[in-house]
């Protein structure tokens, strides 16, 4: 179905499964870039270099010119070739985690003005039959429980059993998530370097597990992510290879022509929403009542790491 004259194509059973509360939905640093402009992944990442001090000759200076480079020359179907979860694993050889941590929270500590206009709409997207918002965040900002305080929140120190309870309410921070003041993270480390991603998907496997059961109940929609975001690289990577029972359908919504984003997001097994980077559209808001409000497509459905 498409809710605008040349907008995206959006499956009639995901928006059934939405009505139902089937739908649960991955939310990406591009929820949080464009409205309330705190930085992508790669942008972080070179924040933190900066506030931290990194010499000309750090390792990890060095990766980050280069991925600056590489980014400027993608391949067809591939996108990024370099992770910033590469360049945050060769910081935590040059500096302190705790000093670390302090810098990203430096980097993502939003304006007082932030908009808050696409957390809004995704809390309302994510709202079942019992009226209380369910999602998903690898983000470390806050911009969710500013957008509604009354929710709860979920750290990897203690995330939604689904073998003991067949639903959940509340934002969960799978990557983790920073303390009020942005200064230190809080239920956890927080998920960026490529160490604490191995950990997190492979050695001790606690987010793989997670989203496996989670795949398994809901359909899951990734918004703002691109297909080579760590995140995604890691979790649907190890999931392929496991080729877990039962598992619902994914599905991404992606900048660009539809056989773009599909050669993006195949490989993966995931079925890919292309929408046009430029336009503004509602996103199920003739279903959710949400009358005039519009969400600028680009500000959650992917950005550049």
């Excluded at 990442?45 to 390792?59: G, I």
């Excluded at 694993?89 to 007082?112: N, Y």
């Excluded at 990897?156 to 689904?162: A, H, R, T, W």
């Excluded at 003991?164 to 003041?181: S, Y």
Aim: net charge neutral.
């Amino acid at each position: 179905m498409r809710f605008r004259e040349n907008g995206p194509a959006i499956p009639d059973e995901l928006l059934v499964a939405r009505d139902a509360g089937q739908v649960l939905f991955f939310c990406g640093a591009g929820v949080s870039t464009a409205k309330a402009r705190l930085p992508g992944f790669l942008g972080l990442a070179d924040k933190v270099l900066n506030q931290l001090r990194a010499l000309p000759v750090s390792p990890a200076r060095q990766l980050m010119k280069v991925v600056g480079e590489l980014q400027k020359h993608k391949i067809p179907g591939v996108g990024g070739i370099v992770a910033a979860d590469r360049i945050f694993g060769l910081l935590e050889r040059e500096f302190d985690l705790k000093d670390i941590e302090g810098a990203v929270g430096g980097a993502l500590k939003p304006q007082l003005d932030a908009s808050l206009d696409a957390h809004r709409i995704l809390l309302a997207l994510s709202k079942g039959p019992s009226g209380k918002p369910r999602l998903v965040t690898t983000n470390f900002d806050l911009l969710f429980e500013a957008a509604d305080p009354s929710s709860r929140w979920w750290t990897p120190s203690q995330l939604p059993d689904f073998r003991r309870h067949t639903d959940f309410e509340g934002i969960v921070h799978l990557h983790g998530m920073l303390d009020p003041d942005y200064r230190e993270a809080m239920g956890g480390r927080l998920v960026l370097s490529s160490t604490e991603f191995g950990r997190a998907y492979l050695a001790e496997s606690w987010a793989t597990e997670f989203i496996r059961a989670a795949i398994e109940r809901y359909r899951i929609v990734f918004v703002g992510y691109t297909a080579d975001d760590p995140p995604v690289q890691y979790l649907l990577e190890a999931l392929n290879r496991g080729n877990p029972a039962g598992r619902q359908e994914l599905y991404a919504f992606q900048g660009g022509n539809a056989s773009e984003a599909a050669a993006l997001w195949r490989q993966k097994g995931v079925s890919a929403i292309a929408y046009s980077p430029t336009m503004t559209m509602q996103i199920f808001g003739k279903r959710l009542g949400l009358g005039p409000s519009e969400l600028v497509i680009q500000s959650v459905g992917g950005i550049n790491c």
